[in-house]
């Protein structure tokens, strides 16, 4: 078997199991079981004559856009779509929701990936005269669109305050 060098020069081969998958030939099992441990790595080519094969770690980022917008809406006791691409947002986005209640009400409400049937509603506990706020994430669902509940619409304000985009490169 051919020395492959060592990529991680402070660690010694052998040092932690997945290391030393990646230091060059695999069994073909481990190839298996080392890309199906790690959603990160992705095979670009194997040689079934050496069981050689080329993996590339694929790295995450993220980058955060900071935004005010209003999307308050005027339909009560509902869950409404709220389309958010006017606004930059994409599918997969991760979107952060402010709700801001204007009065000392108690009412629920909430926000869900459109298409949801998941019921995330929260009930707003204010005291008399009070202005509370609250912030709920929501990834966006295809069509920039997400799902948007308000007791009673006249009691708040809603911003998209802004939202995560996540990148594998």
Known sequence: ????????????????????????????????????????????EADTVTNAAAIVLKLQTQTYTERWDDITHAVDTTWEDVDLSAHGVLEGDVCEILFICKFGVDNDIG????GSSLSRLITTANGVDAVSQTTMNVVAAASSLIELYLQDASDFEVFLSGYWRFSTS
Do not use: H, Q, W
């Open 111 to 114: 926000v869900r990936t459109n």
């Open 1 to 44: 078997m051919d020395s492959v060098p060592n990529p991680f020069p402070n660690r010694e081969k052998g040092e932690d199991e997945r290391l030393t998958d990646l230091y060059g030939r695999l069994p073909k099992d481990n190839i298996a079981r080392l890309l199906s441990a790690e959603d990160n790595l992705e095979i670009l």
